[in-house]
């Protein structure tokens, strides 16, 4: 059992993690500010899910779930760096996962600023957050982003990731590099997870999946960029899950086989890993947008559109370092994972009427 803090918790991600650790038994406090990038509602949503009342939620202020004895949860911004070091202070925690990030590739290009504030200034809180207050272990969100402009495939967390293609991917990259720091000069457990497009149940609505679904149901066109020639290694929430628990249950160690003269770019001879979580298997976008409308039992109307600034064409995780050190790997099929997000999405949106 752990005292774990999770960032992010309203999100997407945060949302199925917080459940899942809960469930096993570990004690969480929920952190998240819940902004409008989307819909606050759906945020509101999860968190009824975990048993904590919207109308309850206020500022700065530690609400108990009414369906989980081990989970309160805080209305927060990781910037508001008083208030958090204050809960570091009163809760030590043990583990911090931090998932809170200002998301999405395109909204980047039109709002830089929001992502340097949530993800570069707010990661460097709980960086020092985590200094001042110890933990045993620091897991992170970082993304299939970083790798930008690289066309080495599959993706690996040894490749050298310099050429980011969007401010969002810079901010991740950063967080990389900021982390392998603090391990370095702190000697904290840090470990970076880089998420590829993920998708289920609870989903952002800025996401693909959850955009076209929305078009289908309401008999509306769906935006297909790059002409439907991109493919993505598409990764089911609840092995997203998986994984990162496996990753929280063994702290990063320093690679003793590190060479500073040829350094790898996963490991460090400070205690510092990074990993993918990825299907490992990318599917094209239009097999994608078939198994949606083949579960849904309606043939979409498409508009094709060049490739949006920021996105790349095809994105492929190598999970070979997740397998050795977690014997652990994605495996849910896309099909069984579109149809738990149908079934998920119609009943959401029939109580949403």
Known sequence: ???????????????????ALLERGDTV???????????????????????????????HQLVPSEQYPNFQFVK?????????????????????INLA?????????????????????GFLNILEACRHYPVKHLVYASSSSVYGSNTQMPFSVHH??????????????????MAHTYSHLFNIPTTGIRFFTVYGSWGRPDMALYLFAEAIWKGETIKVFNHGNMERDFTFV???????????????????????????????????RLYNIGNNKPVKLMDYIE????????????????????????????VQDLI??????????????????????????INLL
């Open 291 to 318: 198994a949606l409308e083949n579960a849904m039992g309606k043939t979409a109307d498409k508009e094709f559109l060049p490739m949006q600034a920021g996105d790349v064409q095809k994105t492929y995780a190598d």
């Open 76 to 96: 927060a911004d990781l910037c508001d760096r008083e208030y958090l070091y204050q809960l570091f202070e009163e809760e030590q925690f043990d583990h911090v």
């Open 29 to 59: 406090i929920g952190y998240d500010n819940i902004n409008d990038y989307y819909d606050v509602n759906l945020k509101y949503g999860r968190l009824n899910e975990l048993g904590i009342k919207r109308e309850l939620v206020e500022d």
């Open 238 to 272: 609840g092995d997203i899950v998986k994984g990162v628990m496996a990753a929280l249950d063994k702290p990063a160690q320093s690679n003793k086989d590190f060479d500073t003269g040829l350094p790898d770019a996963g490991s460090s001879n400070a205690p510092y």
């Open 324 to 349: 050795n050190d977690f014997h652990y790997q994605p495996n849910t099929e896309l099909k069984k994972g579109i149809h738990e997000f149908v079934a998920w999405f119609m009943n959401y949106q």
């Open 160 to 177: 050298h990731t310099d050429h980011p293609l969007s401010l969002y991917a810079a901010t991740k990259k950063s967080n990389e590099m």
């Open 1 to 19: 059992m752990k005292k774990i803090l999770v960032t992010g918790s309203a999100g997407f991600i945060g949302f199925h993690l917080t459940k």
């Open 101 to 121: 990030a200002q998301a999405g590739v395109r909204y980047s290009v039109e709002n830089p600023q929001a992502y340097l504030d949530a993800n570069v200034q």
